[in-house]
T-cell receptor, first 114, second 110 residues
Framework: EAQVTQNPRYLITVTGKKLTVTCSQN?????MSWYRQDPGLGLRQIYY???????DKGDVPEGYKVSRKEKRNFPLILESPSPNQTSLYFC?????????????FGSGTRLTVV | SQQGEEDPQALSIQEGENATMNCSYK?????LQWYRQNSGRGLVHLIL?????REKHSGRLRVTLDTSKKSSSLLITASRAADTASYFC??????????FGTGTRLLVSP
């Protein structure tokens, strides 16, 4: 089944403790992206990647890191999480160029930082 | 930053009725997409309409796009209780990111 898999689904952590949210897609998509969703603010892009070893900042990149060493994986790293990073996170992927017909989203990771 | 504004913010209908949601946006676009989100779950892509298209159909869904008015509408015909969800429009200009609207919460009662 074609899908974007995020792990974990739920995570509660303490301020300052480094964490990684994994994202993997099995559709050979070039493009991958991370969003966060907050009440009243909607979905905002954190980082995106056009292909392996190519990443760039979205609208709200502060406090986050990403890497794209393999085409299928795009982990989101929080080096020193803070309570304002409590949110619902989504990974998305898509074909680039003429193969682009919309994005496939993961099921989400609900992160709470205390 | 949110480009799109959906209208209405919430919509409550009976099963079998049609549901219409509207989306307005601010800048020129390459395409506009509609997504569905069940409570707290991931977004599901429904349909993509390109800037040179005016109407598109997919099953019970009909999407229109008016680039002169910078607006789009999503019509769901013969609604079912399972259509209860939030619906978002999202615009794409360059191939870098989606800019999402504020969403319409649809409740379909049996």
């Amino acid at each position: 089944e074609a899908q974007v898999t995020q792990n974990p689904r739920y995570l509660i952590t303490v301020t300052g403790k480094k964490l990684t949210v994994t994202c993997s897609q099995n559709m050979n998509h070039e493009y991958m992206s991370w969003y966060r969703q907050d009440p009243g603010l909607g979905l905002r892009q954190i980082y995106y990647s056009m292909n392996v070893e190519v990443t760039d900042k979205g609208d709200v990149p502060e406090g986050y890191k990403v890497s794209r060493k393999e085409k299928r994986n795009f982990p989101l790293i929080l080096e020193s999480p803070s309570p304002n990073q409590t949110s619902l996170y989504f990974c998305a992927s898509s074909f680039a160029g003429t193969g682009h017909h919309g994005y496939t989203f993961g099921s989400g990771t609900r992160l709470t930082v205390v | 930053s949110q480009q799109g504004e959906e209208d209405p913010q919430a919509l409550s209908i009976q099963e079998g009725e049609n549901a219409t949601m509207n989306c307005s946006y601010k800048t020129s676009i390459n395409n506009l997409q509609w997504y569905r989100q069940n409570s707290g779950r991931g977004l599901v892509h429904l349909i993509l309409i390109r800037s040179n298209e005016r109407e598109k159909h997919s099953g019970r869904l009909r999407v229109t796009l008016d680039t002169s008015k910078k607006s789009s509408s999503l019509l769901i015909t013969a609604s079912r209780a399972a259509d209860t969800a939030s619906y978002f429009c999202a615009t794409e200009k360059g191939f870098q990111k989606l800019v999402f609207g504020t969403g319409t919460r649809l409740l379909v009662s049996p």
